[in-house]
C-alpha cells in the first residue's frame, strides 16, 4: 500500500471555526510532512515530523497546530484562520532512506 | 521560492516534441528529485538524482545535475498530451522543498 490519505478533500471554513486535517500512511515511514500550496505557486513546507517528533516548523502562524498521535497519523488542527490561508494543503511521507515523498491528494481549503 | 527558481515558468509544445526544464537551488543537497502534479491534485514523483551522479535516465525522462552550477535539467523526450502537468524540482537536504515549478502544455 503505496497511499497516503488525506480528508476531507474539501473544506470550507468560517474565521471562527476550529476545524482539523487528518493524513494516513501504512508504508511505515517515520517522516511526514505539511505543505501548503497556493494557485500556481510551488509546495510550501510548513511542518516536518521525524519519529513522532515534530523537527521543523517554517515559522508557521499558531494558528496552524500539528500533532502525529502515532507513527501512521497526521493531523492539522486549524483555528481562527484567514481568507489568505485558503490553499490546497499536501501532506506526504518519506521513504526511509528520503528517496522518495509520497503524496495525498490534498485538502482544498476555502476560509470564508 | 524556498529553494529556488526553475525556467520556463510555463512550456507548450506539441506532441512528439521534447520538453526541457530546468531548475536552479540555493543550498548543499543529498539528492534532487523532480515531481509531477497534475491540476489540484497531490503530486506524483518522478525521478531521483544523487548528488554525486550527474546524469539519470527512466524512461523518457532524463535528469541532470550540475552541483558546481547548483542547477539540473529534466528533459521528457516524446512528449504526449497526457505529460501536461506542473514539473516541481525539489531538493534534499534534511527537508524537502520544492522550486517554482514549470506548467508543461502539450497540445494533441
Known amino acids: 500500500d503505496t497511499e497516503v490519505t488525506q480528508t476531507p478533500k474539501h473544506l470550507v471554513m468560517g474565521m471562527t471555526n476550529k476545524k482539523s486535517l487528518k493524513c494516513e500512511q501504512h508504508m511505515g515511514h517515520r517522516a511526514m510532512y505539511w505543505y501548503k500550496q497556493k494557485a500556481k505557486k510551488p509546495p510550501e513546507l510548513m511542518f516536518v515530523y521525524s519519529y513522532e517528533k515534530l523537527s521543523i516548523n517554517e515559522s508557521v502562524p499558531s494558528r496552524f497546530s500539528p500533532e502525529c498521535p502515532n507513527s501512521s497519523l497526521l493531523n492539522l488542527h486549524l483555528h481562527a484562520l484567514q481568507p489568505e490561508d485558503s490553499a490546497l494543503y499536501l501532506c506526504?511521507?518519506?521513504?526511509?532512506?528520503?528517496?522518495?515523498?509520497?503524496f495525498g491528494q490534498g485538502t482544498r481549503l476555502t476560509v470564508v | 521560492s524556498q529553494q529556488g527558481e526553475e525556467d520556463p515558468q510555463a512550456l507548450s509544445i506539441q506532441e512528439g516534441e521534447n520538453a526541457t526544464m530546468n531548475c536552479s537551488y540555493k543550498t548543499s543537497i543529498n539528492n534532487l528529485q523532480w515531481y509531477r502534479q497534475n491540476s489540484g491534485r497531490g503530486l506524483v514523483h518522478l525521478i531521483l538524482?544523487?548528488?554525486?551522479?550527474r546524469e539519470k535516465h527512466s524512461g523518457r525522462l532524463r535528469v541532470t545535475l550540475d552541483t558546481s552550477k547548483k542547477s539540473s535539467s529534466l528533459l521528457i523526450t516524446a512528449s504526449r498530451a497526457a505529460d501536461t502537468a506542473s514539473y516541481f524540482c525539489?531538493?534534499?537536504?534534511?527537508?524537502?522543498?520544492f522550486g517554482q515549478g514549470t506548467i508543461l502544455t502539450v497540445h494533441p
Open positions: 538524482i544523487r548528488s554525486n551522479e
Open positions: 506526504a511521507s518519506l521513504s526511509q532512506k528520503n528517496t522518495e515523498a509520497f
Open positions: 525539489g531538493t534534499s537536504y534534511g527537508k524537502l522543498t
